[in-house]
C-alpha cells in the first residue's frame, strides 16, 4: 500500500502527473486526506485552483511562511504571493541544482 505524503498550506509542490507535469504551485488547502487544492498564482489562480490527488505532488522541500501565514489569518492568498512563492522556490532549485553539478 502506498503512503500518502503529508502537505500543508503554503507548501512548494512539483506535479508529478497530468497536464501540469513537471511544474510548482503551491498548497493552498487539502480537501481531504487524498486530495490538496494547488495554485501557482499565473495559469492556476486562487480564484480557480486545482484539486491534485497527493500521490501526483511531490513536495519540493521548501514552505512559503508568507502564503502559509496569509491563509491561517485571511483564508485567501493574493496571486502575488502565489506567484512569488513558486518564483523563488524556482530559483532556490536551480541554484541547488547548479552546486550539485547537475
Known amino acids: 500500500m502506498t503512503e500518502t ?3 500543508s498550506p503554503g507548501e512548494v509542490v512539483r ?4 497536464k501540469d507535469e513537471g511544474q510548482l504551485a503551491v498548497v493552498i488547502a487539502l480537501a481531504d ?4 487544492i494547488v495554485a501557482d498564482g499565473d495559469k492556476r489562480r486562487f ?10 505532488l511531490e ?24 506567484k512569488h512563492a513558486v518564483v523563488t522556490a524556482m ?9 550539485k553539478g547537475e
Request: proline letters at 4%.
Open 91 to 99: 530559483r532556490r532549485l536551480e541554484a541547488h541544482a547548479e552546486e
Open 5 to 7: 505524503p503529508s502537505l
Open 59 to 82: 513536495s519540493v522541500g521548501i514552505v512559503s511562511d508568507e502564503v502559509a501565514s496569509s491563509i491561517r489569518d485571511t483564508g485567501r492568498v493574493t496571486n502575488g504571493k502565489l
Open 33 to 36: 486526506e487524498r486530495f490538496a
Open 15 to 18: 506535479s508529478r502527473r497530468g
Open 47 to 56: 480564484d480557480r485552483p486545482k484539486r491534485k490527488n497527493v500521490l501526483h
